[in-house]
């Protein structure tokens, strides 16, 4: 991307939840599942492709992030043409946004886990024999941030290699935009949002950067005969 400043502006939103924590008080805030997202990895301000995305406050028992519940949130004037989002999921999910009345629907990731997996074999209990082959997979959404580790309250800890992740989504946006209505789904959180000029167009790469493995077809292992 050229090195070019777009003309962009951080929405105002009403936090209700928080989902950081610090190494020193890691049972303060949650993500999903007793786990939140590491204060002493995550920047004030996220930057993604050029979209910048502003941190809520990260202090202990401060609210950073937004649990969708179907609230309407009002939108900057201007000449804007897109909206982003810094969002993630419990588990991958699918939701309604609405802008002034017009419905987009988002696939929303989960905001941990493994995103790619090459053919995975599964063991029998014994371990000498192949039982299952998974097919691989390769999730694409747009990954702005990222962490080596989560944080777990209880026990508290880092848990080393939990990686955790923030995406960044697109929604395109009317000049005049008043508002948007955020789906009523506890299972995404927002975490900022940033609206976007039309000056800023969207490249796209020629070709995708990842395998689809959509035609892989699974395969069979062939287990090794003893010769005696």
Request: overall charge negative; some cysteine; proline content about 7%.
């Amino acid at each position: 991307m050229p090195n070019v400043s777009i003309p962009q502006q951080t929405v105002e939103i009403l936090y209700n939840t928080d989902v950081i924590s610090s190494d020193e008080n890691r049972e303060d805030g949650t993500m999903f599942n007793g786990q939140s997202l590491p204060t002493e990895l995550l920047p004030e301000v996220v930057e993604s492709e050029g979209i910048r995305f502003k941190i809520g406050n990260k202090e202990d028992e401060q609210n950073n992030a937004v649990v969708c519940t179907g609230q309407t949130i009002p939108l900057p004037e201007g000449k804007y043409t897109k909206l982003y989002l810094l969002a993630a999921a419990e588990n991958d999910s699918w939701a309604d946004f609405v802008v002034d009345g017009q419905t987009v629907s988002l696939g929303i990731q989960r905001w941990t886990g493994y995103i790619g997996q090459f053919y995975n074999r599964v063991l029998s209990a014994d371990q000498n024999k192949v039982v299952e082959m998974k097919a691989p997979y390769a999730k694409t959404d747009n990954i702005a941030w990222f962490a080596s580790h989560c944080h777990n309250n209880y026990p508290m800890k880092n848990q080393a290699y939990q990686y955790c992740y923030l995406y960044k989504y697109e929604i395109p946006i009317p000049v005049g935009a008043k508002n948007i209505t955020l789906p009523n789904n506890k299972d995404i959180k927002i975490l900022a949002l940033t609206v976007v000029a039309p000056e800023s167009e969207e490249l796209k790469p020629l070709q995708p950067l990842y395998d689809h493995f959509d035609k892989n077809p699974l395969f069979e292992l062939r287990e090794k005969q003893k010769f005696y």
